[in-house]
C-alpha cells in the first residue's frame, strides 16, 4: 500500500530501511486526465495563434475602415486568380490530409503514406506559388502601409504553412517508418489539427485581402 | 459542440463550415457592392 506522501506526488523524506529511491529527478509534473499533454499544447499553440493573426488584422481592418485607405494601393493590383487557384490548392490538401488520418484509422498504410505525402506536396507548392507572387507583385513590404499589411498577413500565414511542412515531413517520414496504427495516430491527428487551422486562417486571408 | 481543437476530424468539420460561412458573406458583401 502507498504512503501517504508517495500518493501525493512526492517521496516520503525517510526511507523505511533496505529500501533506496534516487531523488535526482523532481516528482511527476501533474497531467490533465482529460487532455492529453500533445493536444494540450497544441490547443494552447493554435489558441495564441489566433490572437497573433487577430493584430494583423486589426491592422488591416484599421487601415480600411477607420483610416479609409484605397484598397490595394493606388495603381496596384492583386493577383486574385493566382490566389484563388492556391487557395484550392491549399484546401484541397486539407482533404488529403483527413483522408490520411482517416487510412491510419483504418490501418490503410498506404493511404496514409500517400494521403500525408500528397498533403506536403500541395503544401509545398502553395508555397512555391506564393513566393513567386511575391517576387513579381511590383511592390514591397517598404512601399506603403497597405504593401505593409498584404505582406505582414500573407507572410505570417506563409510561415505558418512553413512550420505545417516542417510538421507533416517528420509524420511523413514516420509513416514510411512503418509508424502510426489504427489505435496510436497522435503524430498524424495533431499536426491535422494544425493544417486545418492554417487553412481556415487563409481562408479569411484570402478572402478580407484579396477578394473584398 | 464542435470544438476544432479537440480532434482532426472536428477540425475539418470546422474548416468546411468556415468556407461555407466565408462563401456565403464575400457573395453577400460583392452583391450588395454591385447593387
Known amino acids: 500500500m502507498e504512503s501517504g506522501s508517495a500518493a501525493l506526488g512526492y517521496a516520503p523524506l525517510r526511507e523505511p530501511a533496505g529500501v533506496h529511491h534516487d531523488h535526482e529527478h523532481p516528482p511527476e509534473a501533474n497531467r490533465s486526465s482529460r487532455v492529453d499533454a500533445q493536444f494540450l499544447g497544441m490547443m494552447l499553440f493554435i489558441i495564441s495563434e489566433v490572437m497573433l493573426f487577430g493584430a494583423f488584422f486589426t491592422a488591416y481592418f484599421f487601415i480600411r475602415a477607420v483610416a479609409g485607405a484605397e484598397w490595394p494601393a493606388p495603381g496596384e493590383q492583386l493577383p486574385v486568380a493566382i490566389a484563388g487557384v492556391n487557395t484550392a490548392v491549399l484546401v484541397s490538401s486539407s482533404f488529403t490530409m483527413h483522408w490520411a488520418l482517416g487510412s491510419a484509422k483504418a490501418e490503410n498504410r498506404a493511404g496514409m503514406r500517400a494521403g500525408l505525402l500528397t498533403t506536403f506536396l500541395l503544401g509545398a507548392t502553395f508555397l512555391t506559388i506564393q513566393i513567386n507572387e511575391y517576387v513579381h507583385l511590383g511592390f514591397g513590404p517598404a512601399t506603403n502601409a497597405q504593401g505593409t499589411i498584404f505582406f505582414g498577413l500573407t507572410g505570417l500565414h506563409g510561415a505558418h504553412v512553413f512550420v505545417g511542412l516542417i510538421l507533416l515531413s517528420f509524420a511523413t517520414i514516420r509513416a514510411f517508418r512503418g509508424h502510426f496504427t489504427a489505435k496510436e495516430h497522435r503524430g498524424v491527428e495533431v499536426p491535422g489539427i494544425y493544417w486545418h487551422f492554417v487553412d481556415v486562417m487563409w481562408i479569411i486571408v484570402y478572402s478580407t485581402v484579396y477578394i473584398l | ?35
Request: hydrophobic share 70%; charged share 15%.
Open chain 2, 1 to 35: 459542440m464542435l470544438n476544432p481543437l479537440r480532434s482532426e476530424a472536428e477540425a475539418f468539420r470546422f474548416l468546411v463550415y468556415v468556407s461555407v460561412v466565408v462563401a456565403l458573406i464575400v457573395a453577400i458583401v460583392l452583391l450588395v457592392r454591385a447593387l
